[in-house]
């Protein structure tokens, strides 16, 4: 009988765990994207849904090879949705106040790879926005 309470309370303990890690995630994102802070290597792009509505979102940039590269690193993404259902995006780069136009390309391939082995992050930031899956974008001025 004794064992079968202690089962009962674990279970409940690791429910108790599980879903306050689900709920620092969520708080976390939600910050994240309500605050869309801000730095030195950040961009802003805005993207197009089907209605052609503008969606601005603040994202960080990594500049490899003279390219530029941007990737979906959390679950809230409809950013990078959008720019798979539209490549032409609007992008204001770092230290830059005006849009310029951009072509949002998806990566595939040894680029996807090595881009993905470059732009990595540690076990910490990856605990903290619950392990999403991670998707990279190059970003083509269009002439």
Request: aromatic share 14%; net charge negative; no cysteine.
């Amino acid at each position: 009988m004794k064992n079968n309470k202690f089962v009962k309370w674990s279970s409940i303990g690791v429910g108790v765990l599980l879903l306050a890690y689900i709920a620092s995630i969520v708080w976390f994102e939600a910050q994240l994207g309500m605050n869309q802070p801000q730095g030195s290597t950040s961009l802003v792009i805005a993207t197009f849904n089907d209605d052609n509505e503008r969606h601005e979102r603040v994202l960080r940039l990594e500049q490899i090879d003279g390219q530029n590269y941007i990737a979906a690193n959390h679950w809230p993404r409809s950013w990078y949705n959008q720019a798979l259902d539209n490549s032409n995006v609007e992008v204001k780069m770092p230290g830059n106040d005006n849009f310029e136009a951009y072509l949002a390309i998806p990566l595939e391939g040894a680029e996807e790879e090595r881009i993905r082995e470059i732009y990595a992050f540690g076990f910490e930031f990856r605990f903290r926005t619950g392990f999403p899956p991670r998707y990279f974008l190059r970003l083509d001025p269009r002439g």
